[in-house]
């Protein structure tokens, strides 16, 4: 027969609100929009029928009560338009090709996407939930920032936004386009009761809020357009760290240890596969992915926990001295000593439902050896359960990492090739977003300023501040004492970071002594707030 789904279940939120599928950022933000206007709870979006691009664009160029705001728009030019500018497809070109939704350029996008073909598999609620218990940023509340941004309208800015050249075209035209089609939509807050679980690492939340607050600096100066794909490659990046941290994190806490606040990932680049640096790389990623299946096994033994501490508050045992959700730590105390004689019966009750369940099934063997090791019926179940699904899951959780790190995207933190084996790299994109960071400063009056910075003094930034190695390698994830060899490849590595930064216009030759090489910023925002 199998495993039943009550033994199968492997999501819990107090660990990642994730589903682990392959993810689409895009869907993630336009999800992540519809949360930051219901203060993190979803909406139930109400419309006759799917949307098309006919659809679209017979809003924009044949509706007379639309004239006004789509002037000049004929139709056959502004199908075209819709949909290779405005429209987030699934498997576009193809003949399976579906519409997901509108691009979330402006807040009230999410109204007009096709849920069904819009899935963000819980990445929204988890970045949502990250931001909100992080504290709040040095400029303020970090959700308050990203609603006054994505939804200017809530200030009664909407009319001078659609009218002002600082915005571009296509922004226009979606605010013009919710506008039109508003009175077709109802949208309307789930108010189900949801359980909010505190980040497993606080750090890193706080880390993305702070990141956040630094990038929206620059949303005077910078595009709408391209301020919003900066925002989706740092929330794509941060979201990709975290799940690489909980790899690691995961089994330690499970195992009784205190995890290591310090990671590493080298990144190649260069960007040449086969090259000295690309194989340091591969071997970086190598050592991370293959942390997947540890993973798993603490993340079952975390959820049979939970069962478990459900359980016992049926029977009117209080198991945590907070309210609401269980904290994982809190669970963690349930394999202690003071919990044997419960968690024992609670084991040989589940242990035999599944035997009885996977009798003379293809694990027959396997589940036979892992009952001879001799561990207690509660440890067994979580190991059987383990072998039955950690293939499975371990080719998700792969596709959801290689989606959060935008593999061979722009903005990547990832590649692979065809044939080849993945390996960790630091995009252009990805490189912009963070420069745009690491160059604000706080101001000696409050608020914070660009300064220029040397390349070592951002090199120390990105290995102090994200974990990631360029000019050397991390001390340890895989990696020992560099060898002769490998200083090659890192001084390599090191030339074409700083190509990187001068294809991308962050840096110019002023001297050729390594201290005097300096990152200038593109937009500089003075003390007072104004730019030159």
Same mark, same amino acid.
């Given at each position: 027969?199998?495993?039943?789904? &009550?033994?199968?279940?492997?999501?819990?939120?107090?660990?990642?609100?994730?589903?682990?599928?392959?993810?689409?950022?895009?869907?993630?933000?336009?999800?992540?929009?519809?949360?930051?206007?219901?203060?993190?709870?979803?909406?139930?979006?109400?419309?006759?029928?799917?949307?098309?691009?006919?659809?679209?664009?017979?809003?924009?160029?044949?509706?007379?009560?639309? /004239?006004?705001?789509?002037?000049? #728009?004929?139709?056959?030019?502004?199908?075209?338009?819709?949909? *290779?500018?405005?429209?987030?497809?699934?498997?576009?070109?193809?003949?399976? &090709?579906?519409?997901?939704?509108?691009?979330?350029?402006?807040?009230?996008?999410?109204?007009?996407?096709?849920?069904?073909?819009?899935?963000?598999?819980?990445?929204?609620?988890?970045?949502?939930?990250?931001?909100?218990?992080?504290?709040?940023?040095?400029?303020?509340?970090?959700?308050?920032?990203?609603?006054? #941004?994505?939804? +200017?309208?809530?200030?009664?800015?909407?009319?001078?936004?659609?009218?002002?050249?600082?915005?571009?075209?296509?922004?226009?035209?979606?605010? *013009?386009?919710?506008?039109?089609? @508003?009175?077709?939509?109802?949208?309307?807050?789930?108010?189900?009761?949801?359980? *909010?679980?505190? +980040?497993?690492?606080?750090?890193?939340?706080?880390?993305?809020?702070?990141?956040?607050?630094?990038?929206?600096?620059?949303?005077?100066? $910078?595009?709408? *357009?391209?301020?919003?794909?900066?925002?989706?490659?740092?929330?794509?990046?941060?979201?990709?760290?975290?799940?690489?941290?909980?790899?690691?994190?995961?089994?330690?806490?499970?195992?009784?240890?205190?995890?290591?606040?310090?990671?590493?990932?080298?990144?190649?680049?260069?960007?040449?596969?086969?090259?000295?640096?690309?194989?340091? =790389?591969?071997?970086?990623?190598?050592?991370?992915?293959?942390?997947?299946?540890?993973?798993?096994?603490?993340?079952?033994?975390?959820?049979?926990?939970?069962?478990?501490? /459900?359980?016992?508050?049926?029977?009117?045992?209080?198991?945590?001295?907070?309210?609401?959700?269980?904290?994982?730590?809190?669970?963690?105390?349930?394999?202690?000593?003071?919990?044997? @004689?419960?968690?024992?019966?609670?084991?040989?009750?589940?242990?035999?439902?599944?035997?009885?369940?996977?009798? =003379?099934?293809?694990?027959?063997?396997?589940?036979?050896?892992? $009952?001879?090791?001799? %561990?207690?019926?509660?440890?067994?179940?979580?190991? $059987?359960?383990?072998?039955?699904?950690?293939?499975?899951?371990?080719?998700?959780?792969?596709?959801?990492?290689?989606?959060? %790190?935008?593999?061979?995207?722009?903005?990547?933190?990832?590649?692979?090739?065809?044939?080849?084996?993945?390996?960790?790299?630091?995009?252009?994109?990805?490189?912009?977003?963070?420069?745009?960071? =690491?160059?604000?400063?706080?101001?000696?009056?409050?608020?914070?300023? !660009?300064?220029?910075?040397?390349?070592?003094?951002?090199?120390?930034?990105?290995?102090?501040?994200?974990?990631?190695?360029?000019?050397?390698?991390?001390?340890?994830?895989?990696?020992?004492?560099?060898?002769?060899?490998?200083?090659? =490849?890192?001084?390599?590595?090191?030339?074409?970071?700083?190509?990187?930064?001068?294809?991308?216009?962050?840096?110019?030759?002023?001297?050729?002594?390594?201290?005097?090489?300096?990152?200038?910023?593109?937009?500089?925002?003075?003390?007072?707030? !104004?730019?030159?």
């Amino acid at each position: 027969m199998g495993l039943r789904q &009550q033994d199968t279940d492997f999501r819990y939120p107090g660990i990642s609100y994730i589903d682990y599928k392959l993810l689409d950022m895009d869907r993630v933000l336009t999800a992540f929009l519809m949360r930051l206007n219901h203060g993190g709870a979803p909406s139930r979006v109400s419309r006759s029928a799917d949307l098309t691009v006919d659809h679209y664009a017979e809003e924009m160029s044949k509706k007379e009560e639309n /004239r006004h705001l789509f002037e000049g #728009f004929d139709e056959e030019t502004t199908r075209r338009w819709v949909e *290779s500018h405005l429209i987030d497809m699934v498997n576009r070109g193809k003949p399976t &090709q579906k519409i997901a939704g509108l691009r979330p350029l402006y807040g009230y996008t999410y109204r007009l996407r096709n849920a069904r073909h819009s899935r963000s598999y819980g990445a929204d609620e988890h970045l949502y939930e990250l931001l909100r218990h992080a504290s709040a940023g040095r400029d303020g509340d970090t959700l308050r920032l990203l609603r006054e #941004f994505f939804f +200017p309208d809530l200030s009664g800015a909407l009319g001078p936004l659609t009218a002002t050249a600082d915005v571009d075209v296509e922004t226009q035209a979606l605010i *013009s386009l919710v506008e039109a089609v @508003k009175n077709q939509v109802t949208d309307t807050r789930d108010n189900r009761v949801r359980m *909010s679980y505190p +980040p497993l690492l606080p750090d890193a939340a706080k880390l993305l809020a702070d990141d956040v607050v630094r990038l929206l600096y620059h949303r005077r100066y $910078i595009p709408r *357009s391209v301020m919003i794909d900066y925002l989706k490659i740092l929330f794509a990046f941060h979201l990709g760290l975290y799940h690489l941290r909980l790899l690691k994190a995961l089994p330690a806490l499970t195992a009784g240890q205190i995890p290591e606040s310090q990671h590493g990932f080298f990144l190649d680049v260069g960007g040449t596969p086969n090259s000295s640096t690309a194989r340091l =790389a591969e071997r970086s990623a190598q050592t991370w992915y293959a942390r997947i299946p540890d993973f798993v096994q603490s993340t079952y033994l975390v959820k049979k926990l939970d069962d478990f501490a /459900r359980h016992l508050q049926r029977r009117g045992k209080r198991v945590s001295g907070a309210e609401g959700p269980v904290p994982v730590a809190d669970l963690l105390r349930l394999l202690g000593p003071s919990w044997t @004689k419960d968690r024992d019966a609670f084991g040989t009750f589940k242990l035999t439902a599944l035997l009885e369940s996977t009798a =003379a099934d293809d694990h027959e063997r396997e589940i036979r050896e892992i $009952i001879d090791l001799g %561990l207690d019926d509660f440890t067994t179940y979580v190991e $059987i359960v383990t072998a039955y699904k950690v293939n499975f899951h371990r080719k998700y959780l792969t596709e959801c990492l290689d989606a959060l %790190l935008l593999k061979n995207r722009s903005g990547a933190m990832i590649a692979q090739p065809r044939r080849g084996r993945r390996r960790f790299v630091l995009d252009g994109r990805l490189l912009e977003v963070l420069l745009q960071i =690491a160059l604000l400063t706080p101001a000696p009056g409050g608020g914070m300023h !660009t300064a220029e910075l040397r390349v070592d003094e951002f090199l120390t930034i990105l290995r102090d501040r994200y974990g990631l190695y360029v000019d050397r390698l991390p001390p340890g994830d895989g990696f020992d004492r560099a060898a002769i060899t490998d200083h090659t =490849a890192l001084r390599a590595n090191l030339n074409a970071f700083i190509g990187r930064l001068r294809e991308i216009g962050f840096y110019s030759d002023l001297s050729d002594a390594y201290l005097s090489q300096t990152i200038t910023p593109r937009y500089v925002v003075s003390t007072d707030g !104004t730019t030159r």
